[in-house]
């Protein structure tokens, strides 16, 4: 999981488009869909921040121009409305350095009448980068869709890099590539234009590089079902990764889950294990493979058995042998709802306070027409030794003032619970609308902190933003996860 952006912030930041360069309109399929990125950052520390955002196209100079944001707030830089960024178009990256610690989450905004939901992934701190960057799934027209993924390099100095492809139960890569990348900027590959992995492939990446690199994916749909979504790269594996959101057939949307699990090694294998409780911290089912050096598995938590249908809950991932990395995928198994799909990663480990950079709600305005306003759903995990405490989730608006604050009973290690700002209790001197329109009142922002009570708590979340489908039927939904962000 990513760490406080301690005075450094490094984004591997896909598919930026400035301004006018590219139009809107209707297009064949989430994969030849354009993208305009907007950053949405938040003050996590305790004074006002003077924030320094330095662009780097993929040639020519760097950008670089400045902005202040108060203690606990959340804003959003679009762009392709910045000033500053009127010549800047195609594909880049971007550093932000700050005398306060920041985190922050890229929303890709797409350029399409057919492509609703918004990719989300997190930035990187400074200490996020890494020699060895993995990748745990690329895709090229398989499960009509295919991958697409940026890797920055994050050091103070020019860095030599190689890219290997694994298919999906080999150890032997099917393709490798070198390439160098100079400070700050960006090398962005899409598996559906690389000849080496034939007309379609099923697998992952391994990054090795002389300096630190950081890397971000894109996962698009091929066919008509417009469904998109994004992850980051993970530098280190771990024996136990947890899983916030677990579910089969679950609500109108029938949402399922789907892990993808990489073996991080180069030589050994990795005997897997999935465990998956339900929302009163019951195991009620466990699934087990063994994953090949550098290879990856697919676990369905519907395939688990004795899975029971309608479940909602959360699941643990260990390994004995080779440590693991693995990216979570919700989608629907109605193809009325074929547009939903999310990922995010999975958590190694967690942290007594989270930040949640990008937090949004409308009470009246979810639909597609005229709002496009979002919804956002935290998921929390409990992932230490013992009860978290009392949970509490503070709601910030665009100028840092709380506007409420939902406080959950304390959970036991392994169980999740749920929050939202609607189920937030309105702070002093704050007006009803703040909540029920979060992030939407006075201006374009919203952010959360989610804090544990108990001494030593760790809990992981996942933010889910959802967004409307359909004018006429409100079940029909996408969406899009991102993690939160530890802050100690």
């Known amino acids: ?28 399929s989430a994969y030849n ?10 003050n996590v520390g305790t004074a006002m921040a003077n924030i320094t955002f330095t662009f780097y196209p993929t040639s020519g100079s760097p950008i ?17 409305q ?5 010549g800047f178009s195609g594909q880049g990256s971007a550093v932000i350095s700050s005398d306060q610690p920041i985190v922050a989450t890229i929303v890709q905004i797409p350029q399409s009448t057919s492509v609703r939901n918004r990719p989300l992934s997190n930035g990187f701190g400074s200490n996020d980068g890494s020699n060895n960057v993995l990748i745990a799934t690329v895709l090229k027209n398989t ?42 900027t960006a090398r962005f590959f899409d598996a559906g234009t690389i000849p080496q992995l034939g007309s379609s492939f ?21 066919d008509s079902s417009y469904k998109v979504s994004a992850f980051e790269g993970v530098a280190q594996g771990s024996n136990t990764i947890y899983m916030p959101s677990a579910l089969c057939n679950f609500g109108t949307t029938v949402q399922r ?8 090694s180069t030589s050994n294998s990795a005997t897997v294990t999935v465990t998956y409780k339900d929302l009163n911290n019951s195991t009620v089912a466990t699934q087990t493979a063994t994953i090949p050096a550098g290879a990856k598995q697919s676990f369905l938590t519907c395939s688990a058995s004795g899975i029971p249908s309608n479940f909602n809950g959360s699941a643990t991932i260990t390994s004995t042998g080779a440590p693991i990395v693995a990216i979570g995928k919700v989608f629907s198994g109605s193809p009325s709802f074929a547009a939903l799909g999310t990922a995010f990663v999975g958590a190694s480990a967690g942290a007594s306070k989270l930040a949640a950079p990008y937090v949004r709600w409308t009470q009246t305005r979810f639909d597609i027409n005229p709002g496009n306003r979002q919804r ?27 506007i409420g604050t939902h406080t959950l009973s304390s959970i036991n290690p392994g169980q999740k619970t749920n929050s939202n700002p609607k189920a937030a209790t309105l702070a002093a001197g704050q007006t009803q609308d703040k909540l029920d329109e979060f992030g939407y009142i006075g201006g374009f922002g919203g952010s959360a902190t989610i804090e544990c009570a108990n001494s030593g708590c760790q809990i992981v979340a996942v933010v889910r933003i959802a967004s409307a489908n359909s004018a006429t039927n409100p079940a029909d939904i996408v969406a899009e996860d991102y993690n939160g962000i530890p802050i100690n």
């Open 143 to 184: 499960f009509n869709q295919t991958t697409k993924f940026s890797i920055q390099n994050a050091d103070s100095t020019s860095v030599n890099a190689t890219l290997r492809f694994f298919p999906v139960g080999s150890a032997t890569p099917i393709y490798t590539e070198t390439f160098s990348l100079n400070v700050g």
């Open 82 to 86: 910045a000033s500053e960024l009127s």
């Open 257 to 264: 889950t789907a892990y993808a699990v990489q073996n991080t």
């Open 1 to 28: 999981m990513r760490r406080l952006l301690n005075l450094f912030l490094a984004i591997a930041a896909l598919l930026i488009a400035a301004h006018s360069a590219i139009p809107v309109r209707a297009q064949g």
């Open 376 to 402: 956002a759903f935290i998921a929390i995990q409990n992932v230490g030794t013992g009860p978290s405490g009392t949970i509490t989730v503070k709601y910030y608006g665009l100028d840092g003032t709380l």
């Open 64 to 80: 670089s121009f400045n902005r202040t944001l108060a203690a606990n707030a959340g804003a959003s830089l679009n762009v392709g």
């Open 33 to 42: 869909t354009n993208f305009i990125t907007s950053i949405t950052y938040q």
């Open 202 to 222: 099923n697998g992952s990446a391994i990054i090795q590089a002389s300096g630190k690199v950081v890397a971000t994916a894109i996962e698009a749909t091929t």
